[in-house]
């Protein structure tokens, strides 16, 4: 089974060529390269795009991951459906140029995606790691939490958990920020997964990942009350009794990483 997508200028420059080959050959600064995965930067008739080349992951390795009770990410399909659901969601995230998929057996399946860089946009973790010594604008600060709050919101319950949600994957765009609006891109979607509703555990580490991220920047108690509140009003009639949880998970992750205990969030 094989599933090739191409869009400008690829569409043009693959014409009656292999896809694979083309993708598979492309050379440029390699930004990761471990075990069946590979990401670089290149350029094309003036344009900057990166590509994740996945190729055979292997049954040893699919196997490694399901005793260690996680989901083997098989190839470049996870983020390609994630960042479909996104354009549907009306979600910015990052734009595909190039997609393909090949094989049914899953340990021997290939696949590569090729996306635009991203330019004109701030990653949220840098435009907020000086929030402690100075805050920004209360009005803008608001209008970030809610926009944060609403586009997890909206991946949730349409069924998507990302999986490596920190504040470095969600990116303000200047331009937007400018006239006064908080518009967010979301990306690093390659283990981002699908379902009819997320389990409870994966909603309260995507939660917590953001708390996380955000508990040296300066946060209060009023900001997280807000994105709770912007959160749960996407929940409908369902009873979330997810905060507690989240501020927990939080502050184990904080530890580990950091190894020592963060303070209490006035």
Known sequence: MEHIELNRPFSHLWTEKDAFTQAFAIDGEVFRNIKNRKT???SVDGSIYFIKIHRATGWGEIF????MFKKPVLGAENEYKAIRLLEK?????MEIAAYGKRGTNP???ESFLITKEITGKTPLEDFCADWSNNPPDLALRHRIIRELAAVIARMHFSGMNHRDCYLCHFWLDNAAL???RAVLTVIDLHRAAI???IPRRLQIKDLAGILFSSMDAGISKRDMLRFAAVYRSFAGKKKLKLWKPVYRTAEKLYFKEWKK???PIN
């Open 40 to 42: 670089m930067r290149f």
């Open 64 to 67: 490694k991951n399901l005793l």
């Open 89 to 93: 969601l009306n979600i910015s995230s």
């Open 107 to 109: 340990a021997k399946q």
């Open 178 to 180: 400018a006239n006064g």
């Open 195 to 197: 379902r009819k509703q």
């Open 261 to 263: 205990i963060h303070p």
